[in-house]
């Protein structure tokens, strides 16, 4: 069965570091702070980027989650 993942970045806490867009750049892409690219994402504002990800690109984005120094990158299965 194919799963998909709500991915949530809050772009208030992000400090731009440029990890997440490096590590997984099929998601992440920096516009000031990081946001979901425009292919996945469902909702987007100066303090919130919300995307819906296929699972293949699950190991992509929980790299890029681990990897986030402020935590700014939350997965949900839905
Ligand atoms: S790793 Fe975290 S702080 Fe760095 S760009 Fe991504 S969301 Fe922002």
């Known amino acids: 069965m194919t799963m998909t993942l709500r991915v ?3 772009r208030e806490t992000c400090i731009a570091c440029g ?3 490096t ?3 099929e998601v ?3 516009e ?3 946001r979901i690219v425009d292919k996945y994402s469902k909702e987007l504002s100066d ?3 919300v995307g819906e ?3 293949e690109l699950k190991e992509c984005v929980e ?3 681990m990897s986030c120094p402020v935590e700014a990158i939350k997965i949900e299965e839905i």
Do not use: E, R, T
Request: a negative charge; one cysteine or more.
């Open 32 to 34: 000031g702070k990081n």
């Open 19 to 21: 990890v997440a867009p």
């Open 23 to 25: 590590l997984c750049s």
């Open 8 to 10: 949530i970045v809050d």
């Open 53 to 55: 990800v296929p699972d």
């Open 63 to 65: 790299n890029a989650a």
């Open 47 to 49: 303090s919130l980027s």
């Open 28 to 30: 992440f892409v920096l």
